[in-house]
């Protein structure tokens, strides 16, 4: 087992202690974990979150190198960090992350039209079909990101917090757009990842099976596999259903990252 994408304290929302998180996981018996951070770099565009602090990008990627090599004869750490994609903070994302050595870097959208999809005031101004819309407009739009990134992150996050009475993004909707999207990620040789943060979702994970199963029909293979846990008791979590559901789609490997190069591991 491994797990591409995990958070600890130098994340704003999560208070996991860095160590005790790759502890759990020698516990567990997994090879590989990537410890990535919040990198909120679009927020700094958006003056209304102001409050939410900003990670220290010295001290986390200081802090998970040197775990990395404290732990190297136990674990694979891979040191990692999770960007909000959002265009404005392309330049500020391409101007930092080069000074950094970095094993896993996760594109992910987080807010979408300057504004925060985890909140009902998204969604109460558009309709379902809008909503989900430019989500999907801004996923594309993250693909073309100029920065070195490796994965698209939790493609479907925009359900999660979704306040209608069938939150389903079902992929008849969009097809031309997600199809766009499933092109786009397979011909930059990017990864699709496998989120298991899916509780109230009805998903085993994001994408959806449909999406996933779209993806593999295209030609897609480079998968990875996060549980975006916040506290170690999520790590790795639906790990088993998740292979199960990926070996019955046609998928023989996910994939870990080491330095940006993908490394395939067997399901
Ligand atoms: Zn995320
Ligand atoms: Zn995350």
Redesign the pocket.
């Known amino acids: 087992m491994f797990d591409t994408?995990?958070?600890c304290m130098h994340?704003h929302d999560s208070r996991q202690n860095p160590k005790e998180l790759i502890e759990k996981a020698i516990k567990m018996g997994l090879e590989y974990i990537a410890i990535?951070?919040?990198y909120d770099g679009e927020l700094t565009f958006l003056p209304e979150f102001d409050y939410i602090p900003q990670i220290d990008l010295d001290r986390h990627f200081k802090e998970i190198a040197e775990l990395k090599e404290q732990y190297k004869d136990k674990i694979e750490v891979g040191v990692g960090i999770?960007c909000g994609y959002m265009k404005e903070a392309e330049k500020l994302y391409l101007d930092t992350l080069k000074n950094y050595d970095i094993d896993m870097t996760?594109n992910?959208i987080h807010t979408i039209e300057y504004e925060d999809c985890y909140l009902p005031s998204y969604f109460e101004k558009r309709t379902k079909y809008q909503a989900y819309l430019v989500y999907l407009q801004a996923v594309r739009e993250s693909i073309d990101a100029p920065y070195h990134y490796d994965s698209i992150?939790?493609i479907g996050y925009v359900i999660r917090k979704s306040i209608y009475d069938d939150i389903s993004l079902n992929y008849s909707d969009y097809s031309d757009l997600i199809d766009d999207i499933l092109k786009n990620i397979i011909s930059k040789g990017k990864a699709l990842e496998i989120?298991t943060?899916s509780e109230g979702t009805g998903l085993d994970f994001l994408p959806s099976v449909e999406i996933t199963k779209r993806y593999k029909e295209l030609g897609g293979e480079l998968l990875t596999f996060?549980s975006?846990a916040?506290k170690f008791e999520h790590l790795c979590r639906g790990y088993d259903k998740s292979c199960e559901v990926l070996k019955s789609l046609g998928f023989k490997y996910l994939f870990k990252y080491l330095n940006h190069k993908p490394i395939a591991v067997k399901i």
């Open positions: 994408h995990t958070h994340s990535t951070d919040h999770e996760i992910s992150g939790h989120n943060h996060g975006d916040h």
